[in-house]
């Protein structure tokens, strides 16, 4: 079967780094996007990998090793409005979306 | 776990055509259901949110008589695109929201539309 493993929840403070680690075992593979969801509003998409290596965008880096079926999604600078579910979804053979059941990142002051 | 299936995968169409998409939670009842669109590498466009019995709620510019939805029970909402459009073609994604002490959302799969 197909599967996407996250951390349920992580917890750190501001100010910090954090990172949150997707493991994937899919049928084909087609890309790994991150998406930042806030409470009771729709996913914002962060980031799209389709090659091994580390992606930079901001605060935010991504990073894939296809053969490990491992990703990571790294926050730096950690802020207080960081606080929120990230969700790992991979895109399979079929382009459709594997979805992780998201990781729910806490910031304390 | 949760799953939330989407049927069909894909979908070719006609320009002028109507296209169903049926999303299902498969192993719990969903009491709200929500669809998306997707545009590559943009994030999820909320379109409406749908409840079990009552009419689905429309995103600001989403017309209802276009993106008619149906939650006809507590495990399955249809998402018809009526008279279809090449610019409807998109990646629909539709969500649903597990009851119990602890909300979670789970996302389908999927369903590509191309519209020719």
């Known amino acids: 079967g197909q599967n996407i493993d996250q951390p349920t929840e992580m917890t750190a403070t501001e100010g910090a780094i954090v990172q949150i680690n997707c493991t994937y075992q899919t049928s084909g593979f087609n890309g790994l996007f991150w998406y930042q969801q806030h409470a009771g509003e729709a996913p914002t998409f962060l980031s799209y990998n389709v090659l091994d290596g580390l992606e930079e965008k901001g605060r935010f880096s991504s990073f894939l090793s296809r053969s490990k079926g491992y990703s990571y999604l790294l926050l730096k600078e950690l802020q207080m409005k960081d606080s929120a579910s990230y969700l790992c979804a991979v895109m399979d053979s079929n382009y459709q979306l594997i979805w992780g059941a998201g990781t729910k990142l806490i910031i304390k002051p | 776990g949760a799953v939330v299936s989407q049927h069909p995968s894909w979908v070719i169409c006609k320009s002028g055509t109507s296209v169903k998409i049926e999303c299902r939670s498969l192993d719990f009842q969903a009491t709200t259901m929500f669809w998306y669109r997707q545009f590559p590498k943009q994030s999820l466009m909320l379109m409406a949110t749908?409840?079990?019995?009552?009419?689905?709620?429309?995103e600001q510019g989403v017309e209802k008589d276009k993106f008619l939805i149906n939650h006809a029970s507590l495990t399955l909402s249809t998402l018809t695109v009526t008279s279809a459009h090449p610019e409807d073609s998109s990646f629909y994604i539709c969500?649903?929201?597990?009851?119990?002490?602890?909300?979670?959302?789970?996302f389908g799969p999927g369903t590509r539309l191309l519209v020719l």
């Open positions: 749908s409840n079990e019995g009552s009419k689905a709620t429309y």
């Open positions: 969500s649903a929201i597990s009851g119990g002490r602890e909300e979670t959302q789970y």
